[in-house]
Nanobody, 124 residues
Framework: QLKLVESGGGLVHPGGSLRLSCVAS????????IGWFRQAPGKEREGVSC????????NYADSVKGRFTISRDNAKDTVFLQMNTLKPEDTGVYYC?????????????????WGQGTKVTVSS
C-alpha cells in the first residue's frame, strides 16, 4: 500500500524549533508535490505548506509565513518542514500528503496519499 511516513515531532517550548521529515513507502516522492497539513484537537485539518516537484515557489499558510520553511532533497527522496519560533497554536498532528501539483487549491486536503502523522506539542 502506498503511504507516506512522517517523523520529527515532539514536545518543544514556545520559541523553539523542530524539523519534520516525510518519506515514502513503496513509491518515489520526487515525482509528486508534497503538502504539509496539521490538525489540532477539535479542529479541522488545515494546510500548512506545499512544495512542487521542482521545489520552486513554495506555498505557505499566512499563520506560518516567515517561521516555517518547506524543502525537498530529491537525492534522499525526502521532504522537510523546518519549523522555527514555534507557538502554542502550532500544536497538532502534522501530516504530509502527495499529489501531482500544488496548484491554487493546495490547502484543501484533496491529496492522493497520506501519512499517519507526527505529533507536535508546543508548551512551556
Amino acid at each position: 500500500q502506498l503511504k507516506l511516513v512522517e517523523s520529527g515531532g515532539g514536545l518543544v517550548h514556545p520559541g523553539g524549533s523542530l524539523r519534520l521529515s516525510c518519506v515514502a513507502s513503496e513509491f518515489t516522492l520526487r515525482y509528486y508535490a508534497i503538502g504539509w497539513f496539521r490538525q489540532a484537537p477539535g479542529k479541522e485539518r488545515e494546510g500548512v505548506s506545499c512544495i512542487s516537484v521542482t521545489g520552486s515557489m513554495p506555498n505557505y499558510a499566512d499563520s506560518v509565513k516567515g517561521r516555517f520553511t518547506i524543502s525537498r532533497d530529491n537525492a534522499k527522496d525526502t521532504v522537510f518542514l523546518q519549523m522555527n519560533t514555534l507557538k502554542p497554536e502550532d500544536t497538532g498532528v502534522y501530516y504530509c500528503a502527495a499529489r501531482p501539483g500544488c496548484g491554487t487549491g493546495w490547502g484543501n486536503p484533496s491529496y492522493d496519499y497520506w501519512g499517519q502523522g507526527t505529533k507536535v506539542t508546543v508548551s512551556s
